[in-house]
Nanobody
Framework: QVQLVESGGGLVQAGGSLRLSCAGS????????MGWFRQAPGKEREFVAG????????YYADSVKGRFTISRDNAKNTVYLQANSLSPEDTAVYFC???????????????WGQGTQVTVSS
């Protein structure tokens, strides 16, 4: 199995930045596509960003393009989400996920972390 643990969330002012981290276990970590999702109260889980095993292909939700950057360090079994120019609409629990495919759908990811809270004040 794969264990994922998110960290780096917190409270920031609008316009600020956070760097989220997702630490994974397993020697096969590098073979997984990784994704970040978020879920705000009363809303469905939303795709944020994804990256393939090679770290050379990334993709983003329209809502975060130009502001968020996903990256990974396979040697450290870690994936990151650099979130800049944050607004209150970015407030949500952010989840890290691992899957074998290339997808924006939560159903295509096999392993999930417990989430880290991001709160952006006005």
């Amino acid at each position: 199995q794969v264990q994922l643990v998110e960290s780096g969330g917190g409270l920031v002012q609008a316009g600020g930045s956070l760097r989220l981290s997702c630490a994974g276990s397993g020697r096969t970590f590098s073979s997984y596509a990784m994704g970040w999702f978020r879920q705000a109260p009363g809303k469905e889980r939303e795709f944020v960003a994804g990256i393939r095993w090679s770290a050379g292909s990334s993709y983003y939700a329209d809502s975060v393009k130009g502001r968020f950057t996903i990256s990974r360090d396979n040697a450290k079994n870690t994936v990151y989400l650099q979130a800049n120019s944050l607004s209150p609409e970015d407030t949500a629990v952010y989840f890290c996920a691992a899957g074998r495919g290339y997808s924006r759908s939560p159903a295509d990811y096999d392993y999930w972390g417990q989430g880290t809270q991001v709160t952006v004040s006005s």
